[in-house]
């Protein structure tokens, strides 16, 4: 079946712009996760989605970042005045709820802020 | 809070060699333990995991066995491929359900023939 898809592959902003990142999880997948994949800060977690709960936003660092969950299924990751050390791969992941530990991740997203 | 220490690389090994990549924790509870990989051009995926004390996790040749004594998860394989090649992250979720991942740095493996 289809795996978990990121759209753009690949994107440069310039400093200052806002970018959108989304992500498509692997359907009937309830879980879903933003990571981050930086030189400087290896993998990093950002923010978890859970079914209709409250996301865990403790990753995101800072109030430039947000996300949201439309539907339980498609995300997207939003990154405001986008700046330099922004430039990463970013990540998305999803998981069925309770039944199994295993996180399937998308191709990425490379983004660059020049 | 919870941290993965790994072994720093890049790691240069011959074809049919032994690989150990070292891995260790840092942990609240009774975490789950994982080994991704990342092969050249593609997206993490999961290789292997243990859930807990003293469980292996094995896969395509490797293996790595839960140590809650040490609080270590190594990485081994008896004798590796060039299509080993890849960067290796161990990673661990603590409690249960769908938390996040807290990742290692990576280990960057290269297999010459």
């Known amino acids: 079946g289809a795996g978990v898809s990121q759209s753009p592959s690949n994107k440069v902003t310039e400093k200052g712009k806002d970018v959108e990142l989304r992500c498509d999880p692997i359907s009937g997948h309830t879980a879903l996760y933003w990571y981050r994949q930086s030189l400087g800060q290896g993998l990093e977690f950002l923010i978890y989605f859970q079914g209709n709960s409250a996301p865990d936003k403790s990753g995101l660092p800072s109030d430039r970042f947000s996300a949201e969950r439309t539907g339980g299924s498609v995300s997207t990751l939003t990154i405001q005045r986008t700046q330099q050390e922004d430039s990463a791969v970013y990540l998305c992941?999803?998981?069925?709820?309770?039944?199994?530990?295993?996180?399937?991740f998308g191709p990425g997203t490379r983004l660059t802020v020049t | 809070g919870n941290s993965v220490t790994q072994m720093e690389g890049p790691v240069t090994l011959s074809e049919e060699a032994f690989l150990t990549i070292n891995c260790t924790y840092t942990?609240?509870?009774?975490?789950?333990l994982f080994w991704y990989v990342q092969y050249p051009g593609e997206g993490l995926q999961l290789l292997l995991k243990?859930?807990?004390?003293?469980d292996k996790g094995s896969n395509k040749g490797f293996e790595a066995t839960y140590r809650k004594e040490t609080t270590s998860f190594h990485l081994e394989k008896g004798s590796v491929q060039v299509s080993d090649s890849a960067v290796y992250f161990c990673?661990?979720?603590?409690?249960?359900?769908?938390?996040?991942?807290?990742f290692g740095t990576g280990t960057r493996l290269t297999i010459i023939p």
């Open positions: 992941a999803s998981s069925l709820q309770q039944y199994t530990y295993e996180q399937y």
């Open positions: 990673a661990l979720r603590s409690g249960f359900g769908n938390e996040k991942l807290t």
């Open positions: 942990a609240t509870g009774y975490p789950s």
């Open positions: 243990a859930t807990k004390a003293d």
